[in-house]
C-alpha cells in the first residue's frame, strides 16, 4: 500500500486491476516512495498502453489467457465437438469466359473497395534486416513490393473510375498495419518516394502495439529480466488488424462514402493482385460475406484448409484450419484416411493464402457485436510433460483469418481458388531453411517468389497468344527453380486479362534467354520476336509498338551465394544477379504514336 502513495488516481485504478487479477507478484520488489519513481512511471505508462490498445483491457486479456491456458494444460482440442466437410466455394480458371466476367465485374467494385495490408511482422522466418515490404518484387526493375501493390491499387482505381457508372470517384484508401518493429521505415519508405504517386491522404498507417508476456499458468505477466518496472512484450499476431481497424473510425467513414468491400493481404505476395479482380468479382457475385482465396492443396501440404465445421449444437462455421490440425480431425470425424487428395490430385480442402475480402457492411455489424476482438490462442512450450512451468515467458496470438469464427451461421462465407502460379508466392523463408523444403513443396523463398513473377508473367502472355519459351530449370541458393524468360509489366500497362489481350496482337516469340520491362501504359506488343533484352520506358501520351525482329546479348543470370556478404542482402538472398550485358533500351517521353525504330 506504501508503494501506492506517488501514484495518480488513474495509475491507481491501473494497479487495481492488476491487483484484482492475480497480479500481486508485478509490485513485491518495488522499493519505497521516492526511489526509482521514473521507472515505476514508466511501468504505468506501459501498463495504460497494454491496458487501452486491447479490446476489453488488461482484465480481459488475463481472463481469456488463464481459460486458454487451462484448456492448454489439459490438452483439449478446439476442434472437439465439430465435423468437418468441404465448403462450398468458387473454382475459377484463369483465361477462361467466367474469369473474364469476374475480373470485369472485379474492376467495377474496386472503386468500393478499401486495401488492408498487415506489414507488422518483422519476418524472422526470413531473417532480412529491413523491412519486407521494401524487398524488390523483382530485380529485373527493382520495383519493392510496397510500390506494386500502391501501383496495383491506383490501376483498379482508375480502371474503375472509367467504367463507373455512377460517376463516384472516390480514391480507393490504402491501409497498412504496422508495429514498432516496422512502423517508422515504412512510413521513412513512403516518404521518401512520394507514396509512390499516391495521395498521401489516402494512406493510413494503423500501428499494432505488442501484448503482455505470460509467465506461468496462471497467466502472472512477466517481467522483463532487465527491468524490473518493466512488462516483457511480444507480438499479439495479424489478427489484430481488426480491432485497429474498428477503434480507427475509419469503417463508418467508409460506408457514408458508399464504399462495400474491405481486402485484407500480406506483405510479400507478388502475384496477389492478379487474383484480386476476378476474386472481387465472385464476392460481388455471390455477395459473399467472406470471400478466401485460396489455392489448390496437396493433402497434408504445410497451408492451412479452408473447412467447413459444423458442431452437434448446431453451430457452423467455414474457417482455416492450420494442416497439423486437419488431418487428426478428419481421422477422428469419420474420415479414418485423414486428409488426402482426391480424383482431382489435389486435397479436397482448398489451401488458405490469407487474403480476405469482407462484406464492409456485415464487418462493421460484426465489429460492433465484438469491439474487433478475434479468437485468440496460445502455444506455450512447456518445460516438461506435467506442463507446470514454460521453457520461456508465451503470450496470447490472434489471426485475421479467424474473424469468420465469431459470425452467425447465416453469414455468408465462401472461397475463390484459383491456380498457385496465378496468385500465391510469398516471400517467407530464408534460403537455408528453403533449401531444406521437400521436393515439391513451395520454397516460397525470395528466389522463387522472383522466379514465380517471370513464369506467371510468361504464362500470362502465353494465353495472350506470344510464343513464350519454355522455361530452364536452374539450382539457386540450393533450390530447383524454373527460370522463365523475364518478362515484368506495370499494374497499369496489363491490370486484368482482357486488357492485356487488347496489346498483343500478330505473330510474336520471345526466347527462354529474354528479358523484357515495359514501364509505360500504352505499349503493343505486334510481331515482336525478341531473343535479347528490350527495356521500354514511355509516358501515358505515347503510343508505342512493339515490333520486328530483337536480337542482342541480353541480360544474362550470374549465381550469387547467399552466404557472399560483399553483395547486398537483398540479392543475395535470390541467388542470382543480372549481369547487363547488353540491351535495346528505348525512352519515348513525348506525346505521339513511336515504333522500336523511332
Ligand atoms: N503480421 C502482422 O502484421 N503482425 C503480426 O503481429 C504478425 C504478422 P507471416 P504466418 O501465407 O502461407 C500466415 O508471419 O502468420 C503480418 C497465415 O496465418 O508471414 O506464419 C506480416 O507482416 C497462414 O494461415 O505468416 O502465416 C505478414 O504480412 C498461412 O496462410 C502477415 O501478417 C500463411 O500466412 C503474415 O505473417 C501463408
Given at each position: 500500500q506504501s508503494n501506492l502513495g506517488i501514484l495518480s488516481p488513474d495509475q491507481i485504478e491501473l494497479a487495481k486491476i492488476l491487483l484484482e487479477n492475480g497480479q500481486s507478484h508485478l509490485f513485491l520488489h518495488w522499493s519505497e516512495p521516492g526511489v526509482c519513481d521514473n521507472e515505476k512511471l514508466g511501468f504505468f505508462d506501459q501498463i495504460a498502453r497494454l491496458n487501452s490498445s486491447y479490446p476489453g483491457g488488461l482484465a480481459a486479456?488475463?481472463?481469456?489467457?488463464k481459460e486458454l491456458l487451462a484448456d492448454s494444460e489439459l490438452g483439449k482440442n478446439p476442434y472437439d465437438g465439430f465435423s468437418p466437410s468441404v465448403p462450398s466455394g468458387e473454382n475459377l480458371t484463369f483465361g477462361d469466359?467466367?474469369?473474364?466476367?469476374m475480373e470485369k465485374r472485379g474492376v467495377v467494385e474496386a472503386r468500393k473497395a478499401a486495401f488492408v495490408l498487415?506489414?507488422?511482422?518483422?519476418?524472422?522466418?526470413?531473417?532480412?534486416?529491413?523491412?519486407?515490404?521494401?524487398?524488390?518484387?523483382?530485380?529485373?526493375?527493382?520495383?519493392?513490393?510496397?510500390?506494386?501493390?500502391?501501383?496495383?491499387?491506383?490501376?483498379?482505381?482508375?480502371a474503375s473510375h472509367k467504367v463507373a457508372s455512377d460517376g463516384n470517384q472516390t480514391d480507393i484508401p490504402f491501409i497498412i498495419m504496422t508495429s514498432d518493429d516496422t512502423h517508422s521505415r515504412t512510413q521513412n519508405l513512403l516518404e521518401l518516394n512520394s507514396y509512390f504517386g499516391m495521395k498521401s491522404t489516402q494512406v493510413h498507417l494503423l500501428k499494432q502495439e505488442k501484448v503482455a508476456c505470460l509467465d506461468d499458468n496462471d497467466a502472472r505477466l512477466a517481467l522483463d529480466s532487465n527491468n524490473k518496472y518493466k512488462i516483457q512484450t511480444k507480438p499479439h499476431g495479424h489478427g489484430d488488424v481488426h480491432s485497429l481497424l474498428y477503434s480507427s473510425g475509419l469503417l463508418d467513414k467508409w460506408l457514408d462514402a458508399g464504399l462495400k468491400w474491405v481486402l485484407?493481404?500480406?506483405?510479400?505476395?507478388?502475384?496477389?493482385?492478379?487474383?484480386?479482380?476476378?476474386?472481387?468479382?465472385?464476392s460481388a457475385t455471390k455477395q459473399y460475406h467472406v470471400n478466401s482465396l485460396a489455392v489448390p492443396r496437396k493433402a497434408k501440404e504445410a497451408i492451412g484448409g479452408i473447412t467447413k465445421l459444423t458442431h452437434a449444437d448446431g453451430r457452423a462455421m467455414v474457417i482455416n484450419v492450420e494442416y497439423n490440425q486437419l488431418d487428426p480431425l478428419l481421422r477422428t470425424s469419420g474420415f479414418p484416411d485423414g486428409d488426402v487428395n482426391c480424383e482431382t490430385g489435389y486435397s479436397p480442402f482448398p489451401g488458405n493464402i490469407n487474403q480476405l475480402i469482407l462484406e464492409l457492411g456485415s464487418y462493421k455489424e460484426e465489429l460492433q457485436k465484438t469491439g474487433g476482438a478475434i479468437k485468440e490462442f496460445v502455444n506455450p512450450k512447456y518445460k516438461d510433460s506435467t506442463k507446470t512451468s514454460f521453457k520461456s515467458s508465451t503470450r496470447l496470438e490472434c489471426m485475421m483469418?479467424?474473424?469468420?469464427?465469431?459470425?452467425?451461421?447465416?453469414?455468408?462465407?465462401?472461397?475463390?481458388?484459383?491456380?498457385?502460379?496465378?496468385?500465391?508466392?510469398?516471400?517467407?523463408?530464408?534460403?537455408?531453411?528453403?533449401?531444406?523444403?521437400?521436393?515439391?513443396?513451395?520454397?516460397?523463398?525470395?528466389?522463387?517468389?522472383?522466379m514465380a513473377i517471370?513464369?506467371?508473367n510468361s504464362r500470362i502472355l502465353q494465353k495472350a497468344g506470344v510464343k513464350v519459351e519454355e522455361p530452364v530449370k536452374q539450382v539457386l541458393n540450393g533450390q530447383e527453380v524454373e527460370v522463365w524468360s523475364r518478362i515484368t509489366w506495370k499494374p497499369k500497362w496489363g491490370l486484368i486479362f482482357s486488357d492485356i489481350k487488347t496489346?498483343?496482337?500478330?505473330?510474336?516469340?520471345?526466347?527462354?534467354?529474354?528479358?523484357?520491362?515495359?514501364?509505360?501504359?500504352?505499349?503493343?506488343?505486334?510481331?515482336?520476336?525478341?531473343?535479347?533484352?528490350?527495356?521500354?520506358?514511355?509516358?501515358?501520351?505515347?503510343e508505342v509498338k512493339l515490333g520486328g525482329s530483337i536480337k542482342n546479348n541480353g541480360w544474362t543470370m550470374e549465381?550469387?551465394?547467399?552466404?557472399?556478404?560483399?553483395?547486398?542482402?537483398e540479392i543475395r538472398i535470390r541467388g542470382f544477379r543480372f549481369n547487363k550485358v547488353e540491351q535495346l533500351e528505348k525512352k519515348f517521353a513525348q506525346p505521339g504514336k513511336f515504333s522500336l525504330e523511332d
Open positions: 486479456y488475463i481472463k481469456t489467457a469466359e467466367n474469369f473474364i466476367e498487415v506489414a507488422g511482422g518483422l519476418g524472422e522466418r526470413l531473417g532480412y534486416n529491413g523491412i519486407k515490404v521494401a524487398l524488390p518484387r523483382e530485380t529485373t526493375t527493382g520495383t519493392c513490393f510496397l510500390q506494386h501493390y500502391i501501383e496495383s491499387i491506383l490501376a483498379l482505381q482508375e485484407f493481404f500480406q506483405d510479400t505476395n507478388g502475384l496477389l493482385f492478379n487474383a484480386i479482380p476476378a476474386s472481387l468479382g465472385v483469418q479467424d474473424y469468420p469464427k465469431t459470425l452467425p451461421p447465416t453469414a455468408r462465407v465462401g472461397f475463390t481458388v484459383m491456380d498457385i502460379w496465378l496468385a500465391y508466392a510469398p516471400v517467407k523463408n530464408n534460403p537455408e531453411d528453403a533449401a531444406k523444403v521437400p521436393k515439391g513443396n513451395p520454397y516460397h523463398s525470395a528466389t522463387s517468389g522472383e517471370y513464369r506467371a496489346k498483343v496482337s500478330g505473330n510474336c516469340d520471345i526466347s527462354q534467354r529474354s528479358t523484357m520491362a515495359i514501364t509505360g501504359r500504352n505499349v503493343f506488343i505486334d510481331n515482336l520476336s525478341l531473343d535479347g533484352a528490350l527495356i521500354v520506358d514511355s509516358i501515358d501520351d505515347a549465381t550469387v551465394d547467399y552466404k557472399d556478404t560483399s553483395v547486398p542482402e
